[in-house]
């Protein structure tokens, strides 16, 4: 059974720092490209972030340039999200995803999400 499981959401204060994690299982994505979107209250799921599968090729929505880092380990089968300088509007479920598609919002894999709440 493919997983995705995100964790290392939480509360912070605008200005503070998270960092999302994703552990995959039940196969390997090592030659996948992974990636991150969120969801707000009341608002259509976003694109964050996605690394291609050897992890030298990024994209990030303009929103978080510069604010936001993506990373991979394969041999740990895990994907990160570095969040720096948060801000109220980055509160969100944020999920992880596998052959992610920013044209079509779609993917082949899914993570059940992690909340994200800043506080201003």
């Known amino acids: 059974q493919v997983q995705l499981v995100e964790s290392g959401g939480g509360l912070v204060q605008a200005g503070g720092s998270l960092r999302l994690s994703c552990v995959t299982s039940?196969?390997?994505?090592?030659?996948?490209?992974m990636g991150w979107f969120r969801q707000a209250g009341g608002k259509e799921r976003e694109f964050v972030a996605r690394?291609?599968?050897?992890?030298?090729?990024?994209d990030y929505a303009d929103s978080v340039k510069g604010r936001f880092t993506i990373s991979r380990d394969n041999a740990e089968n895990t994907v990160y999200l570095q969040m720096n300088s948060l801000k109220p509007e980055d509160t969100a479920v944020y999920y992880c995803?596998?052959?992610?598609?920013?044209?079509?919002?779609?993917?082949?894999?899914w993570g059940r999400g992690t909340q994200v709440t800043v506080s201003s």
């Open positions: 039940g196969r390997t994505f090592s030659r996948n490209a």
């Open positions: 995803a596998a052959d992610p598609s920013i044209e079509t919002m779609t993917a082949t894999y």
């Open positions: 690394i291609s599968w050897g992890g030298r090729s990024t």
